[in-house]
């Protein structure tokens, strides 16, 4: 059995940040990609951030310069630095994480960015 606990999310001002961490346990073999998703209501889920295990990144067009994704390996847990927050970004976002041979979703947490 493997659980994801996501924390990190809140209520930030325009401008501000955020760190959202996403921490794996459980029977745990291998964890290749890492990834951070959000979903605003109505939307499909769209994928933010993603870091290989060789430690490649790529980003959305819409956060690239402004989120940074990163991930420690002996933690089995990944991170995404939110810097300069705008309320476009006011989702749900979930952590999604490949651990040998499924994969596994977070609860989701809530970011607020007031307008």
């Known amino acids: 059995q493997v659980q994801l606990v996501e924390s990190g999310g809140g209520l930030v001002q325009p401008g501000g940040s955020l760190r959202l961490s996403c921490a794996a346990s459980?029977?745990?073999?291998?964890?290749?990609?890492m990834d951070w998703y959000r979903q605003a209501p109505g939307k499909q889920r769209e994928l933010v951030a993603a870091?290989?295990?060789?430690?490649?990144?790529d980003y959305a067009d819409s956060v690239k310069g402004r989120f940074t994704i990163s991930r420690t390996n002996a933690k089995n847990t990944v991170y995404l630095q939110m810097n300069s927050l705008n309320p476009a970004d006011t989702t749900v976002y979930y952590c999604?994480?490949?651990?040998?041979?499924?994969?596994?979703w977070g609860q989701g947490t809530q970011v607020t960015v007031p307008s």
């Open positions: 999604h994480i490949h651990i040998d041979p499924n994969a596994y």
């Open positions: 459980g029977r745990i073999f291998g964890i290749f990609g």
């Open positions: 870091v290989s295990s060789g430690g490649s990144v």
